[in-house]
């Protein structure tokens, strides 16, 4: 139950109050729904069975079809919970008014109930409002119907038969709930397996490579520059000093791309090869490697170096092109020294 405290009303973020919408919407619909054919059903059987029904009995309609309204056109997990609240209270009024045309009200009021309160137990966001939506039903229903002879055998079995409902109602609403909990982390952890390197915690080439495609087709108010960014020596490093300090370098060298990269896209494009998408003109492209060319010497000890190259991103070409061209800058600058950026086939010298 400690797990789910952060839910006692909607859900711990937008990301999980989405998934729970999308989770929730068409349950609360087919329960909205299926709880107003049921009581037109029943409403039918008494107006055939010789009752005379009065226009008073339609009073709880209006509420049943609101909430099956607002969940239709529900758009978060908020309007899931105002439906859920509306249309299980409602329903309650509904079916209270339609009990009183029956011979032994007190008899139908058990099992009327137990219905809307275990039917509701999935349909709603957070515990809260369950429990607060769950105790208004019995409320309606039970005021001047429940028996009134406190001791006797009727209202002690009643009494049972409502506190065991209301207890298995609160179980499926938290069984329900820790379900979707559990079932969007467990979405989330695969989506970071499936687009985070899990090494150093950066895009992995997948999750980059579809990023930079999707700035492709967006218009951007400033030039985009492509950074292929490689370790230097690394294969020494790892031959020489073994994986686990190869690592170590290439966690290192993550954080400080991923630091001076902040509000730039950045990943590892595989093995000891990252790539940023900088967001600026060719002069603010330069000064961003200068940094990160300096940065990296001081986040690594001892000092490891880094080899760039950068290429202007060409949104008109395939992205395969743009890749190339600094791959051929990344090539030059490790052979013309190391510890270097090139862009475009210009040798620079490093800061």
Known sequence: MRTLLPYSYYGADTDEQQQFYSELRPV??????????????????????????????????PGMLLSLGISLCA???????????????????????LVAYCP?????????????????APIFGGMLNYIGAAIAVWLILTVGNFPAQPGQLTFNLSLLVMGSSFAMAIYLHAYF???RVRSHRARRELAEMAFKDLVTGLNNRRKFTLEVRRAQARPSPSAL?????????FKKINDTLGHDVGDEVLIHT???????AAGHLCGRLGGEEFGVLFHGEAAEAQEFAVALLDGVRKATHPPR???IGIAEFDKDSDLSITYKRADEALYLAKRHGKNRYVVAGAIQAAA
Do not use: Y
């Not at 037109?40 to 709880?60: C, D, M, P």
């Not at 758009?75 to 105002?82: E, F, G, I, Q, T």
């Open 28 to 61: 609360a619909i087919i329960s909205q729904s299926v709880g107003l054919l049921s009581w037109i059903t029943a409403a039918v059987i008494l107006a055939s069975s010789g009752q005379t029904l009065q226009a008073s009995l339609l009073f709880g309609v």
């Open 305 to 307: 170096t880094v080899s």
């Open 177 to 179: 709930l820790n379900l």
């Open 104 to 120: 032994d009200p007190t008899f139908w009021v058990l099992p009327v109930g137990t219905v809307l309160t275990l039917s509701a």
């Open 254 to 260: 993550a954080k400080e791309i991923a630091r001076l």
């Open 75 to 97: 758009r978060s997990v908020k309007a899931l919970v105002v439906s859920g609240i509306v249309g299980t209270t409602a329903t309650a009024f509904a079916f209270r008014l």
């Open 225 to 233: 520059h492509f950074l292929m960014i490689d370790i230097d020596d």
